[in-house]
């Protein structure tokens, strides 16, 4: 029994053909809009690579942006097919043709759906890649005279002033690192040789921040230097005041934007998803009315449309009997192969036998 017939007539019939023609442009569209989305994702990442360790983030703008690019080939593809589906003659054409276009749509559709799930799956990786990206970056945020690492001390401050942010998890990440270059330290000055050999790596820590870290709106003057010595400033107390630097981490920042980004993404994946699903089932009832047009001798006369010419079970048992059959054919064509051989050397043996010897009557 057919799952979901439907009856057409030759007006609805050319009515669903144009309608789908129409919606796979949409469609061409929508897979424009995939591709987009996910070059727009890739742009974001490379614009703060220096920042994020694993590159496997990546995955997701590459999904996206594969699928997108199919997913506009497949519809302009379709829209063809459903153009010429008005003719029952012109559709002799693509008839050996729908169904593996059918398949490659509906598996694509799919990959879109997994594209939308992978905008929400990814962001603990996405937390990883960006903690030690962070922390690789601010280790060398002193190091402005070494060849590939110039550029480290200007990106981080960028960052910190973008996103409002100091530090990987909060400022104190950078009392644990020497982030003040050698070249700028008085090594005449007593407190700073006391530093260096008071540290068992000789690095000079200190606990303060750089100035990217202050926050503008604070109506005091930025204190980045010994923050945690209440001594060191008038009317300050390090525990109870708000200080006036940014409390938030830049690794808590960057996630924040980026799931925001790859949230909106997933969404409209989604919508586009539920849509590509749509054009399909229309394109699946077109297919099955027009194959059964064929094989009546009027082509103006009434035709049914179906998701499956059989139930759900019985599909599935038909294609694993299919399977089942696939893994006996070849293994009978082994056993054929093998008694032809056998056939051919007997047949080969007795052409080189002695001829045996007959006594006369």
């Known amino acids: 029994m057919a799952v979901l017939k439907v009856k057409f007539t030759k007006i609805k019939r050319d009515k669903l053909a144009q309608i789908l023609w129409i919606l796979n442009w949409f469609s061409v569209i929508s897979g424009t809009v995939v591709f987009s989305l996910g070059l727009f994702l890739k742009i974001e990442i490379r614009k703060r690579k220096e920042v994020i360790a694993k590159w496997d983030i990546n995955s997701v703008p590459n999904t996206l942006i594969s699928i997108g690019a199919i997913v506009c080939m497949i519809n302009f593809f379709g829209g063809k097919i459903c153009y010429d589906c008005t003719d029952a003659n012109k559709f002799n054409r693509w008839k050996l043709i729908m169904f593996p276009y059918i398949v490659c749509t ?3 559709t799919f990959c879109i759906f997994v594209g939308a799930i992978m905008c929400y799956t990814t962001r603990n990786e996405l937390e990883e890649s960006l903690y030690l990206g962070l922390r690789n970056a601010i280790k060398f945020y002193k190091d402005t005279d070494i060849p590939g690492r110039c550029f480290l001390k200007r990106t981080i401050d960028t960052l910190q002033i973008r996103f409002q942010c100091c530090g ?6 950078w009392f644990e690192i020497q982030w003040v270059s050698p070249r700028y330290l008085d090594m005449t000055s007593e407190d700073v040789l006391d530093r260096l050999k008071s540290n ?26 010994q923050l945690t010595n209440n001594t060191a400033h008038y009317s300050y107390d390090f525990m109870t005041e708000e200080l006036n630097i940014w409390m938030k981490g ?20 989604f919508v586009i998803w539920v849509f590509e699903l749509l054009v399909l089932l229309g394109v699946r ?10 094989l009546q001798a009027d082509p103006l006369c009434d035709s049914d449309g179906w998701l499956f010419e059989n139930s759900f079970v019985e599909t599935a048992m038909w294609n694993i009997n299919k399977i089942k059959h696939l893994g006996n054919g070849n293994q009978i064509s082994s056993v054929l192969d093998n008694s032809n051989m056998n056939v051919c050397t007997a047949n080969h043996n007795s052409e080189n036998a002695p001829p045996k010897y007959i006594p006369a009557a």
Do not use: H, W
Not at 168 to 173: L, V
Not at 202 to 225: A, E, M
Not at 250 to 269: P, V
Not at 285 to 294: D, E, G
């Open 250 to 269: 830049c690794r808590e920042a960057l996630l924040d934007y980026y799931t925001d980004i790859m949230r909106s993404i997933g969404i409209t994946t």
């Open 285 to 294: 009832y077109l297919q099955t009315s027009m194959r059964n047009l064929l």
């Open 200 to 225: 068992i790596d000789g690095k000079f820590l200190v606990d303060g921040v750089p100035f990217s870290c202050c926050n503008p709106n604070s109506p005091r003057p930025c204190i980045q230097y």
């Open 168 to 173: 990987n998890n909060d400022f104190r990440d």
């Open 106 to 108: 509906l598996c694509f």
